[in-house]
């Protein structure tokens, strides 16, 4: 599976790690990393994760209060 972010997905990751490294510096590095790794484990397991609406599913990041919403396409 290959993961293609929606445009205003990454303007709001960009933003929330801007939001975060103002907080403390280099936990913008770490939402980021986080979300890197959210993301290779939503390409290995894609439907791992918890339905939400019909095909779309959400992945919680770790550490941080954002969910990933993708659905798999066959």
């Given amino acids: 599976m290959k993961l293609i972010f929606d445009p205003e997905a990454l303007v709001e990751m960009r933003e929330a790690a801007a939001?975060?490294?103002?907080?403390?510096?280099?936990?913008?590095r770490s939402f980021l990393d986080a979300?890197?790794?959210?993301?290779?484990?939503?390409?290995?397991?894609?439907?791992?994760?918890?339905?939400?609406?019909?095909?779309?599913?959400?992945?919680?990041?770790?550490?941080f209060p954002y969910g990933m919403i993708y659905t798999p396409i066959e």
Wanted: aromatic share 16%.
């Fill in 19 to 28: 939001f975060y490294e103002d907080c403390k510096p280099g936990l913008g």
């Fill in 35 to 63: 979300v890197e790794v959210a993301s290779a484990e939503i390409v290995k397991y894609p439907r791992m994760w918890r339905k939400i609406k019909g095909r779309f599913r959400r992945y919680l990041v770790q550490r």
